[in-house]
């Protein structure tokens, strides 16, 4: 099969350049003179018959025909740079480190973990734990993955899941009405986590219920609301991705049906575009956008 491909180098440049810039900054990363790749690129175009880059001043601007080519190839490159790694390996490798909460490192990611050194053995990775989302550290660690609106400015922030919030709770908490869900809850010892802005008061106000007083433990973390209401302590007010695993298990059940989008949802944040990360990096977290897309958070 004949393939209709620009040379290779050609298509490096105009990455390089489109990412950082500027021809300068591109020839520093490929190891090559600003006057080598400003001529790859208008090869480039000369080759596709138009232009794809405006020049304006020292900067470079992407044409629309530019921009709409460019992710294509990012994505290729990618694809064959994460090919080469899982099929030949890589002698210089660097553990891939990441941080999440904590209760989604234990209630999502740990349980997925194996899958992900099934399919990629030669990766190692170093998991750190967190309780509140803090500023990205790329010399501790160069992924991190939030739960929050997104608009942080320490690094590139990609969505992931808008996950929707249930209540639940112990088997034996099981309401005896679900025609009267609203009520019964609304009576019903209820654990609340601090910190958070879906609560039980957004939860009834979503359909219309006075909103009643607390009446049970408040906890800072969600694991510990799980947990809680595992042990029979009362209703929790939770992320459906979190909740899995114990409604997996029979340890908890569904309290009611209704369910209230969350205002926040979880986020990869990076030291840089995921294209400028380390192999391994990249890898996993086309592996984390995947897992996440791809069964819903299940």
Not at 141 to 169: A, K, M, Q, Y
């Amino acid at each position: 099969m004949s393939y209709s491909l620009p040379p290779l180098p050609w298509l490096r440049a105009f990455e390089a350049a489109a990412r950082l810039g500027n021809f300068t900054r591109a020839a520093e990363e490929l190891l090559l003179t600003p006057a080598a790749v400003s001529y790859q690129v208008r090869q480039l175009e000369q080759r596709l018959g138009f232009p794809l880059f405006d020049r304006v001043h020292r900067e470079l601007v992407l044409t629309r025909l530019g921009q709409t080519y460019l992710p294509s190839v990012e994505k290729a490159f990618s694809d064959l740079s994460i090919a080469t790694v899982s099929v030949f390996g890589d002698r210089d490798r660097q553990p891939v480190r990441f941080r999440c909460l904590n209760s989604f490192g234990h209630l999502w990611m740990i349980p997925r973990l194996r899958s992900f050194q099934q399919a990629f053995p030669g990766i190692e990775l170093q998991m750190i734990s967190a309780a509140w989302a803090e500023t990205l550290q790329p010399d501790l660690f160069e992924i991190d993955i939030r739960f929050g609106d997104g608009s942080w400015g320490d690094g590139h922030v990609t969505f992931l899941l808008n996950d929707p919030i249930i209540p639940v709770c112990h088997p034996g908490l099981a309401l005896a009405s679900k025609e009267k869900d609203l009520p019964a809850l609304a009576k019903a010892p209820r654990l609340d986590i601090m910190g958070v802005i879906d609560t039980w008061e957004s939860f009834f106000r979503t359909f219309g219920h006075p909103v009643p007083q607390r009446t049970g433990l408040q906890v800072d973390q969600t694991l510990s609301a799980l947990e809680l209401a595992a042990l029979g302590h009362g209703h929790a007010l939770v992320l459906q991705s979190l909740a899995q695993p114990y409604l997996d298990s029979g340890r908890l059940i569904v309290s009611s049906s209704r369910r209230i989008t969350s205002r926040h949802s979880y986020h990869l944040v990076t030291s840089g575009p995921r294209q400028a990360l380390s192999q391994d990096a990249a890898i996993f977290c086309k592996w984390l956008i995947d897992e996440l897309s791809g069964s819903g958070a299940q």
